[in-house]
Nanobody
Framework: QVQLIESGGGLVQAGDSLRLSCAAS????????MGWFRQTPGKDRIFVAD????????YHKDIPRARFTISRDNDKSMVYLQINNLAPEDTAVYFC????????????????????WGQGTQVTVSI
């Protein structure tokens, strides 16, 4: 059974940093791309970042690269999203998702390209 469990969210102040974690189980983690999305109430789920099975990274064009970093640890079946200098506009529920398997069609970086999802972790940034 595939499971993705996010953690690391919370209520923080602007300027703080967080590292979101996603623990994966039930599948060959090292052979899959993994992604992070975020969602605010009443809005669509938005792509944040993806890391391929070989470690290549892709970020949404509007994500400030200086503040967001996606990484993975295949030995631990973990994927991370480091967010530095948090801003109120980063407030959202952050979701971890499983992307395409190695050597399969990549597809676009949209929710429909990811087939398994975690429950999300809330990040709230106060001024």
């Amino acid at each position: 059974q595939v499971q993705l469990i996010e953690s690391g969210g919370g209520l923080v102040q602007a300027g703080d940093s967080l590292r979101l974690s996603c623990a994966a189980s039930g599948f060959g983690f090292s052979r899959y791309a993994m992604g992070w999305f975020r969602q605010t109430p009443g809005k669509d789920r938005i792509f944040v970042a993806d890391i391929g099975w070989m470690g290549g990274t892709t970020y949404h064009k509007d994500i400030p690269r200086a503040r967001f970093t996606i990484s993975r640890d295949n030995d631990k079946s973990m994927v991370y999203l480091q967010i530095n200098n948090l801003a109120p506009e980063d407030t959202a529920v952050y979701f971890c998702a499983r992307g395409p398997r190695a050597f399969s069609s990549r597809g676009d970086f949209v929710p429909s390209s990811y087939d398994k999802w975690g429950q999300g972790t809330q990040v709230t940034v106060s001024i």
